[in-house]
């Protein structure tokens, strides 16, 4: 038998010469398995990034009535995003667990995009797995698909021509869009240095990690195996994963 080990895979730097983000993501806490590390980097750096989220996870507590999850699990999300330096979440408040991937979607996503106008536009894997046979979940699914698409959207002032009054104005200035956690990821960012905050990130969610009922789960031992695979591709201690979706032609 061979004693050779599986080579590690190898990741190229994310870009970091932009200065606004926008990460899009169906749940609160979907940001906070890994990726929230990364924004803690970047919001240190003097960058803005700003959260939406689709639902309010007002589905995702069995033993708690959608109607008082929905207040505890926003309250949680705005806390876990303040420690990573976050002051803006938006709460689109559509139904946790039944999202759809189409127009409607795409149509949401596109005024936010349109109003926010970042450079980057950020949301977690949507790819059908998590790797392996680990199935993703449909939300996260339909929405990084319309998030895609309506990027794009947002710089046609025909599609959705009705969003465009007030002063609001087509927006064409995404340069990519980035998938945390992606298993097809190709960049990472370094987030030894802001581990930590990463880790306090994930423990404001404490009312939905205590709903799962995983008897002796640990936030920090939970991310330290993510990120320490992260950081193998990339030749440091801890790195978030990202699939780098690039706009424009060519």
Same mark, same amino acid.
């Given at each position: 038998?061979?004693?050779?080990?599986?080579? =590690?895979?190898?990741?190229? &730097?994310?870009?970091?010469?932009?200065?606004? +983000?926008?990460?899009?993501?169906?749940?609160?806490?979907?940001?906070?398995?890994?990726?929230?590390?990364? %924004?803690?980097?970047?919001?240190?750096?003097?960058?803005?990034?700003?959260?939406?989220?689709?639902?309010?996870?007002?589905?995702?507590?069995?033993?708690?009535?959608?109607?008082?999850?929905?207040?505890?699990?926003?309250?949680?999300?705005?806390?876990?995003?303040?420690?990573?330096?976050? !002051?803006?979440?938006?709460?689109?408040?559509?139904?946790?667990?039944?999202?759809?991937?189409?127009?409607?979607?795409?149509? #949401?996503?596109?005024? %936010? %995009?349109?109003?926010?106008?970042?450079?980057? +536009?950020?949301?977690?894997?949507?790819?059908?797995?998590?790797?392996?046979?680990?199935?993703?979940? *449909?939300?996260?699914?339909?929405?990084?698909?319309? @998030?895609?698409?309506?990027?794009? !959207?947002?710089?046609?002032?025909?599609?959705?021509? /009705?969003?465009?009054?007030?002063?609001? /104005?087509?927006?064409?200035?995404?340069?990519?869009?980035?998938?945390?956690?992606? =298993?097809? *990821?190709?960049? +990472?960012?370094? #987030?030894?240095?802001?581990?930590?905050?990463?880790?306090?990130?994930?423990?404001?969610?404490?009312?939905?990690?205590?709903? &799962?009922?995983? /008897?002796?789960?640990? =936030?920090?031992?939970? &991310? !330290?195996?993510? @990120?320490?695979?992260?950081?193998?591709?990339?030749?440091?201690?801890? *790195?978030?994963?990202?699939?780098?979706? =690039?706009?424009?032609?060519?």
């Amino acid at each position: 038998m061979s004693d050779e080990r599986p080579t =590690p895979p190898s990741f190229d &730097l994310l870009p970091e010469d932009w200065q606004t +983000a926008l990460f899009v993501v169906a749940h609160p806490d979907d940001i906070e398995y890994g990726s929230a590390a990364a %924004v803690a980097r970047w919001t240190g750096q003097g960058k803005k990034v700003v959260y939406c989220m689709v639902t309010s996870g007002e589905a995702g507590i069995d033993g708690l009535h959608p109607d008082e999850c929905r207040s505890l699990r926003e309250a949680e999300e705005i806390a876990s995003a303040a420690t990573v330096g976050v !002051d803006e979440v938006l709460f689109l408040r559509l139904p946790d667990g039944i999202l759809e991937y189409g127009v409607e979607l795409r149509r #949401v996503l596109a005024k %936010v %995009v349109r109003e926010q106008k970042p450079d980057i +536009a950020l949301t977690i894997n949507f790819r059908e797995t998590f790797g392996g046979t680990s199935l993703n979940q *449909a939300d996260h699914i339909a929405v990084g698909k319309a @998030l895609l698409d309506a990027v794009r !959207d947002a710089g046609n002032r025909w599609v959705f021509s /009705e969003q465009l009054t007030d002063g609001l /104005e087509p927006w064409g200035g995404v340069q990519a869009v980035w998938a945390g956690g992606s =298993p097809q *990821a190709t960049h +990472a960012v370094d #987030v030894t240095d802001t581990f930590a905050a990463g880790v306090a990130s994930l423990k404001e969610h404490r009312a939905y990690i205590e709903g &799962l009922g995983w /008897e002796g789960w640990d =936030p920090e031992e939970f &991310l !330290d195996g993510i @990120l320490r695979g992260g950081g193998q591709g990339l030749g440091v201690t801890h *790195a978030a994963t990202f699939e780098v979706f =690039p706009l424009g032609w060519g």
